[in-house]
């Protein structure tokens, strides 16, 4: 079992749409961080959060630390936020990794 | 600004060259972390180091080597003993062992061995 799960595997949603992203783990203390990667690209941090919810732009993240669960939401989504998605909870001597999300925004 | 600097961000090298990737941070963060990701898989740890001139071995460190001269830096080496060098490869640093959630992250470089 992966300590950090992700799903969906991959998404496609029409310009516009609202999109949830979800990531549950089984390790970690209380913070978990948001990266995105497009293709060929590098890694971008989008948010660290700890508790409640934190929103940028189009983007928000919740976190809820009883139940090991967090989510991404991107409203009115737009072909630019086409990228993979990662969930990272640092824990002890390192951060577990999820598996990524890969969101494709069709025009 | 503070922050993480990986480069380059794309490399290239002949296959059995060892190649060195760079991964400095002025965050004066304690702890710095190199990650490996292969498509379709999530980032697994190669190396990470707590302290100057200290640092341990992680899942995947075999045909790696790092070094930690110096607090802001933590070069990777891919030795020619590592039989699928290309990868992207992600460096990271926090203040610490139980603080890592202060964590930084860098862009990540592409290694393609030919």
């Known amino acids: 079992k992966n300590e950090v799960e992700q799903s969906p595997q991959n998404l496609t949603a029409q310009e516009g749409e609202f999109i949830t992203i979800n990531c549950s783990y089984s390790?970690?203390?209380?913070?978990l961080h948001w990266l995105q990667q497009h293709p060929g690209g590098g890694i971008v941090s989008l948010f660290m959060l700890s508790s409640g919810k934190k929103k940028h732009g189009r983007l928000i993240a919740t976190i809820n630390i009883q139940e090991k669960h967090s989510s991404l939401h991107i409203t009115a989504s737009h072909p630019r936020d086409s990228a993979v998605y990662i969930c990272a909870v640092p824990t002890g001597n390192q951060f577990y990794f999820g598996t990524g999300t890969s969101l494709t925004v069709i025009p | 600004d503070g922050g993480i600097t990986q480069s380059p961000k794309y490399l290239f090298r002949k296959e059995g060259q060892n190649v060195t990737l760079s991964c400095e941070q002025n965050l004066n963060h304690d702890a710095m972390y190199w990650y490996r990701q292969d498509p379709g898989q999530g980032l697994r740890l190669i190396y990470y180091?707590?302290?100057?001139?200290?640092?341990q071995k992680g899942d995947i460190a075999e045909g790696y080597s790092v070094s930690r001269e110096k607090k802001e830096s933590f070069p990777l080496t891919v030795t020619s003993a590592q039989k699928n060098p290309t990868a992207f490869y992600l460096c990271a640093s926090s203040w610490g062992r139980y603080t890592a959630a202060e964590a930084f992250f860098g862009q990540g470089t592409r290694l393609t061995v030919v």
């Open positions: 390790v970690g203390i209380s913070a």
């Open positions: 180091s707590q302290i100057v001139n200290d640092f």
